[in-house]
């Protein structure tokens, strides 16, 4: 059995339906199949409006403002265009779904979740921006997780050639898939033939695929801390959160069908049970600090003073002046600058009972270097 490549099949319906936000490029045959039945009764989004960049993602930095986002030029001229109203950011390497973010927030966190665990599940890879702002429309009108499953199921079959799945494949096929996926085990760790064929059996019987894949998600999930299997539930919960970071967080799409194939289960398959961090060094994003989901945008003194309240209060406001310094309002912070940004980024001795994190001290770094404001 071909392990599943791809799925970009949101996009694809997307492009069905005629509601892509971006060009839909690869096979050609995706315009003459049918609209899957599921997907027929689905009305058309608003149309969608982009703003297209030059350079790649990481030449620019984006922010909330209030009226939008405002995405600014790294180098050269560092102009900042600001957008609002439009729907993405196309640039030169990915596009951002600018409103996935608010729409998240939409749906039960739950819900959000089971969305990326289906992905994962299906076809092991990090969903796109675009398929999940589809999905989660889906979700509010009302479909179920069952349904979801079958949609799922139903477009892999229907573009065999980008799935490996198809019409034909036999029941302990799809339940090798889907222990693979769900739980990690294939090779020395995969199941024994009676555990496949008892749920091959239970699928012959009329269970829809949908049901052994919720039963898979749910039954990761009762191993956590589990001696034996508790990487089981890590490794899903990590892909959920490296797929969170991608498609909800970042808002990013790649810009071609073979990339957002091939880099999503590229993605997912640099997770461990242990660590995120090669995923996100896949991801590649240098705006780490960019994040749909946050309140809106903060300006960088902000998002300092806030690193500050977390790390540095417990030793530095009216109980206790360590050092002399108290940082528990913004008239301090900026008076105290220069040693603060010495303590935190320079020497990094502050705090000094823990450590920032490189988006922190990024954040510091750049907001002293800009003048301090
Ligand atoms: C657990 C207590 C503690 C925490 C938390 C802490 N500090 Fe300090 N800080 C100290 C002590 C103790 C000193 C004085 C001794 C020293 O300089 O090492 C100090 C000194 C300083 C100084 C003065 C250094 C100098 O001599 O010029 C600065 C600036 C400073 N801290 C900034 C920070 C910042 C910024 C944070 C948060 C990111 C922070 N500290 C968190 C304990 C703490």
């Known amino acids: 059995m071909r392990f599943p490549t791809l799925l970009q099949f949101p996009r694809l319906f997307l492009c069905l339906l005629s509601v892509s936000i971006i060009g839909c490029g690869g096979n050609p045959e995706f315009a003459t199949k049918d609209t899957p039945k599921a997907m027929s009764a689905t009305p058309a ?89 589809y999905w989660i429309d889906q979700i509010k009108a009302g479909v179920n997780v069952d349904q979801l499953s079958a949609s799922f199921y139903d477009a892999a079959v229907q573009f065999t050639a980008l799935t490996g799945y198809s019409a034909t494949m036999s029941n302990e096929q799809f339940v090798r898939i889907i222990y693979q996926n769900v739980l990690g085990r294939s090779g020395a760790t995969a199941p024994p033939d009676a555990d496949v064929a008892y ?44 797929g969170t970071f991608f498609a909800i967080q970042q808002g990013l799409n790649y810009n071609t069908s073979e990339e957002s194939i ?77 040693a603060l940004y010495i303590m935190t980024v320079v020497t990094r001795a502050m705090p000094q009972d823990g450590v920032l994190s490189a988006d922190e001290i990024a954040t510091i770094s750049a907001w002293y270097l800009a003048g301090a404001k």
Not at 314 to 338: F, K, V
């Open 199 to 242: 749920w091959a059996g239970e699928l012959a019987s009329g269970k829809p695929k949908g049901f052994l894949v919720a039963t898979m998600l749910n039954s990761a999930h009762t191993f956590a801390n589990d001696p034996e299997w508790g990487w089981v539930p890590q490794l899903l919960d990590n892909k959920v959160t490296v």
């Open 262 to 338: 091939s880099k999503g289960m590229d993605i997912a398959k640099a997770v461990t049970s242990t660590d995120i961090s090669l995923a996100k060094t896949k991801i590649g994003m240098t705006d780490v600090l960019f994040d749909l989901t946050a309140a809106i945008s903060n300006s960088e003194f902000e998002k300092v003073q806030s690193i500050i309240n977390a790390h540095c209060l417990t030793c530095h406001s009216t109980q206790r002046t360590e050092g002399g310094i108290a940082l528990h309002t913004a008239d301090l912070i900026r008076r105290n600058a220069d």
């Open 45 to 133: 989004a608003a149309p969608a409006t982009v703003a297209t960049f030059a350079g790649i993602r990481n030449a620019y930095k984006i922010s909330k403002t209030s009226t939008g986002f405002s995405v600014k030029e790294l180098s050269g001229a560092g102009t900042t265009v600001n957008l609002s109203g439009q729907t993405s950011a196309k640039f030169a390497d990915v596009t951002v779904n600018l409103l996935v973010g608010d729409k998240s927030k939409t749906i039960p966190a739950a819900s959000l979740k089971t969305l990326i665990e289906l992905y994962i599940a299906f076809f092991n890879r990090v969903p796109d921006a675009d398929g999940m702002s």
